[in-house]
T-cell receptor, first 115, second 115 residues
Framework: AQKITQTQPGMFVQEKEAVTLDCTYDTSDQSYGLFWYKQPSSGEMIFLIYQGSYDEQNATEGRYSLNFQKARKSANLVISASQLGDSAMYFCAMREPYNTDKLIFGTGTRLQVFP | SQTIHQWPATLVQPVGSPLSLECTVEGTSNPNLYWYRQAAGRGLQLLFYSVGIGQISSEVPQNLSASRPQDRQFILSSKKLLLSDSGFYLC??????????????FGPGTRLTVL
């Protein structure tokens, strides 16, 4: 069965610095999608970025980029130029097309940005 | 553009009382709909999902139930709440295309406290 692992329960970063949040996954399928979501203290889950298993280039979306290493089965989120508003929980998730429409989530990483 | 609404935003209920949480989506047709629960400081647990009116798949056997009376309406119910039902309930929708790029988009959530 597929599985998502986020080994960092908490991370600290200084404002304007870059930070990498780790995500490893386990799947036997060749075609899959990886997602990152942000959950601020308000609770809403905000979609950040997507990476497909067949995408040759790493996904980027503004200050967010995904360091996708397929052979290592890792999909780390990189946030550049951190801002105070980036303080939140971050969840990595995976979807497989041959199973159902379900997303499987990791346990999350709490990021705190300090001035 | 699509929007997703949930209500109520917060709810405090006594043990043994009934529950009804509502989720509606605007701006799309025939979406997949999902109910998740998040315990304090934890990840997301998929409770139910629906690919069409009247079609409900249950992921976790418990005293909760879900219904989809209309295309863009998803309801989470319970006849008798338990203390363990406390948590943050998130509704989400997806296009349901079956593509690995199909992202799930979340509502603002309902915070339920059972006393």
């Amino acid at each position: 069965a597929q599985k998502i692992t986020q080994t960092q329960p908490g991370m600290f970063v200084q404002e304007k610095e870059a930070v990498t949040l780790d995500c490893t996954y386990d799947t036997s399928d060749q075609s899959y999608g990886l997602f990152w979501y942000k959950q601020p203290s308000s609770g809403e889950m905000i979609f950040l970025i997507y990476q497909g298993s067949y995408d040759e280039q790493n996904a980027t979306e503004g200050r967010y980029s995904l360091n996708f290493q397929k052979a290592r089965k890792s999909a780390n989120l990189v946030i550049s130029a951190s801002q105070l508003g980036d303080s939140a929980m971050y969840f990595c998730a995976m979807r497989e097309p041959y199973n159902t429409d379900k997303l499987i989530f990791g346990t999350g990483t709490r990021l705190q940005v300090f001035p | 553009s699509q929007t997703i609404h949930q209500w109520p935003a917060t709810l405090v209920q006594p043990v043994g009382s009934p529950l009804s949480l509502e989720c509606t989506v605007e701006g799309t047709s025939n979406p997949n709909l999902y109910w998740y629960r998040q315990a304090a400081g934890r990840g997301l647990q998929l409770l139910f999902y629906s690919v069409g009116i009247g079609q409900i798949s249950s992921e976790v056997p418990q005293n909760l139930s879900a219904s989809r009376p209309q295309d863009r309406q998803f309801i989470l119910s319970s006849k008798k709440l338990l203390l363990s039902d406390s948590g943050f309930y998130l509704c989400a929708w997806g296009h349901g295309t079956g593509a690995i790029t199909d992202t799930q988009y979340f509502g603002p959530g309902t915070r339920l406290t059972v006393l």
